[in-house]
């Protein structure tokens, strides 16, 4: 049973640094083709897909995120960690970790998790 | 990075067939057959109903087809069902990245 569960602050203060981990079971990110990414969601608007991690430690982030986010994995704990610099209230929004299956496709998802930012 | 297009809104009766449209350019939607389809309830996560143009995992109704002619894709639902009332988002490979759908409510009247 493949599943995933996202964790950190449920609220940041506006210009700091917003750490989320994700920590999966059911699947091993040495496999070859799988990763595991971040998409976020704003209350009430669409989804976003923010950054993605390989098994071979390759990464891959949103163009127009690209400067404020790092992504890492510690395979050992089954974890992903996504960095946010320099958070504002547009960065409000529920955070999903989804596996990236071995055919291109985020197949299963966390439960999400709820980041406001405000002062 | 721009998302892909959807229509705001699309509503059926019970029983009826709609269809959902997602564009994009040839640089996603059109170059990869990397397109999947999202089902959404309020307050859950997004669970996966289509993926790869037209494949269903396990356990996805039928009911549930996917489609796509040059840089639109297409996911159907036949037989529509209260239970469909949600939101439909595609999703496509974009040459090492991944882009998002604009988002489509689905009413059953």
């Known amino acids: 049973q493949i599943t995933l569960k996202e964790s950190g602050p449920t609220l940041v203060k506006p210009t700091q640094t917003l750490t989320l981990t994700c920590t999966f079971s059911?699947?091993?990110?040495?496999?070859?083709?799988?990763?595991v990414g971040w998409i976020r969601q704003p209350p009430g608007k669409a989804l976003e897909w923010l950054a993605l991690?390989?098994?071979?430690?390759?990464?891959r982030y949103n163009p127009s995120l690209k400067n404020r986010l790092t992504i890492t994995k510690d395979t050992s704990k089954s974890q992903v960690v996504l960095t946010m610099t320099s958070v504002s209230p547009l960065d409000t929004a529920t955070y999903y970790c989804?596996?990236?299956?071995?055919?291109?496709?985020?197949?299963?998802w966390g439960q999400g998790t709820l980041v406001t930012v405000s002062s | 990075q721009s998302a892909l297009t959807q229509p705001a809104s699309v509503s059926g009766s019970p029983g009826q067939s709609i269809t959902i449209s997602c564009t994009g350019t040839?640089?996603?939607?059109?170059?990869?057959?990397?397109v999947s389809w999202y089902q959404q309830y309020p307050g859950e996560a997004p669970k996966l109903i289509i993926y790869?143009?037209?494949y269903r995992p396990s356990g996805v109704s039928s009911r549930f087809s996917g489609s796509k002619s040059g840089n639109t894709a297409s996911l159907t639902i036949s037989g529509l069902q209260a239970e469909d009332e949600a939101d439909y988002y595609c999703?496509?490979?974009?040459?090492?990245?991944?882009?998002f759908g604009t988002g489509t409510k689905v009413t059953v009247l």
């Open positions: 989804a596996r990236r299956s071995i055919s291109l496709v985020h197949d299963y």
């Open positions: 059911g699947f091993s990110l040495t496999t070859s083709g799988v990763g």
């Open positions: 991690i390989y098994w071979d430690d390759d990464h």
């Open positions: 040839n640089s996603d939607v059109g170059g990869y057959n990397y």
């Open positions: 790869d143009v037209i």
């Open positions: 999703s496509s490979y974009r040459s090492t990245l991944y882009v």
